[in-house]
């Protein structure tokens, strides 16, 4: 209605204007009466058009996506649940979300910040945000949309999420949050393919509207989380990264590798490449030790030698991909069993090892010897001999005696 009668005010002043150029006033009171005119129209259309523009101001402001209006969950340590303290800063959209478990009885507890806001997210397929984890421990976490119907949808378990700090990095998600490393400072990205139903765990895949969002960050007793959070974007599909692509390497095989009590030991590895939703599968790596360790090494395809003089109780693996891709695993050196058994009372009854019996071995191959046996025939004929000739001579002189 206010555009309707904008409309028709602008049309009589655009004709009184050519009707006064066209000059059609006779006049100079006429002159006057038309000026008077002009000027009371030019008023209320001034007047009409901030109508207008406030109007239409008031039509195009949207809900915005910032850390605005946060609520946090109320305290119930009983139930795991404890209350964030909140504090915004408008001028840099900046929410600080801290809290710590102080005394709390072991367990793990529950804080959470949400934003009720209805948002057109159908155009979008992903979400990022900046955040500075304040502590010099790492922290766990996860982000939710919530549904009209009052589901909850977040980064789904065993999917990654992307951190952008001084480097690309990818945090996997483990027990419903993902881990923000020491002092990170950068962006968080994900992608709307990973994320799942809370109640459920299937995939929620694209979203196309939502009734709010927030924060879930667990701690377990005698920890503090102290997290500031700004910038938050909601994506296009052609800013959010591909969740398909390779993302995490991972080397699999045996937690430990034997260290035998003769020669050596040969365990294999192999590497698997995971992307976003945690689809894996094999690929070629370069194999290396992170260290140089006396007899232990592996090949470049992955085949790990443990000798029986090796001393390190622990190796690091470490692999690397064409494309750039690296990881590292710790793998434990142990002995057998029949290196370490031991009776009851402490006496060990571990097999000895071949160089502490080679004296008792080299001494027994020498009495086996043909010339050994031999000198010992030898000296049993020599020691009868003389013994015969020595019973003889006792034997005569007692018949003489006679």
Aim: charged share 25%; with cysteine; glycine share 8%.
């Amino acid at each position: 209605m206010v555009s309707e009668e904008f409309l028709k005010m602008k049309y009589r002043l655009w004709h009184s204007i050519s009707f006064w150029q066209c000059g059609t006033m006779e006049t100079g009171k006429n002159m006057r009466i038309w000026k008077k005119k002009m000027i009371k129209l030019a008023v209320l259309t001034g007047i009409l058009c901030m109508g207008f523009g406030s109007v239409s101001a008031e039509a195009a402001k949207k809900a915005q996506a910032d850390f605005s209006d946060f609520a946090g969950s109320n305290e119930d340590m009983a139930g795991g649940t404890v209350a964030p303290e909140l504090t915004y800063e408008k001028e840099e959209d900046t929410l600080r979300l801290s809290f710590d478990t102080k005394g709390y009885q072991e367990r793990y507890y529950t804080a959470t910040a949400f934003k009720n806001i209805k948002l057109d997210t159908e155009e979008f397929a992903g979400l990022s945000f900046e955040v500075r984890n304040n502590c010099d421990t790492a922290v766990r976490m996860n982000f939710a949309l919530f549904e009209e119907e009052g589901r909850t949808i977040d980064v789904g378990a065993g999917f990654y999420v992307r951190l952008q700090g001084s480097e690309v990095s990818y945090a996997k998600v483990e027990y419903g949050c993902f881990e923000l490393p020491p002092d990170f400072a950068g962006r968080v990205e994900i992608p709307f393919r990973i994320l799942a139903f809370q109640d459920t765990g299937e995939r929620a895949g694209e979203t196309a509207q939502i009734w709010g969002y927030g924060m879930i960050c667990v701690a377990q007793q005698e920890e503090t989380v102290d997290l500031s959070f700004t910038g938050l974007s909601f994506l296009t599909a052609e800013e959010t990264v591909d969740a398909g692509e390779a993302c995490e390497l991972e080397i699999e095989g045996e937690d430990r590798a034997f260290r035998p009590k003769v020669g050596e030991s040969n365990t294999p590895y192999q590497v698997v490449v995971y992307n976003m939703l945690g689809e894996g599968k094999p690929a070629e790596a370069v194999f290396s030790l992170k260290a140089p360790c006396e007899q232990a090494e592996i090949s470049a395809e992955g085949v790990l030698t443990v000798g029986s003089k090796c001393r390190e109780e622990t190796l690091e693996l470490k692999a690397e991909t064409a494309e750039g891709l690296t990881a590292v695993r710790k793998i434990e050196v142990y002995d057998s069993w029949t290196n370490s058994v031991s009776t009851d009372n402490g006496f060990d009854a571990s097999l000895a090892d071949p160089s502490e019996i080679a004296p008792i071995v080299t001494m027994a191959q020498k009495l086996r010897s043909p010339r050994t046996l031999w000198l010992i025939r030898g000296a049993f004929v020599a020691g009868g001999a003389l013994f015969l000739i020595y019973y003889l001579m006792v034997r005569r002189k007692n018949r003489s005696g006679k």
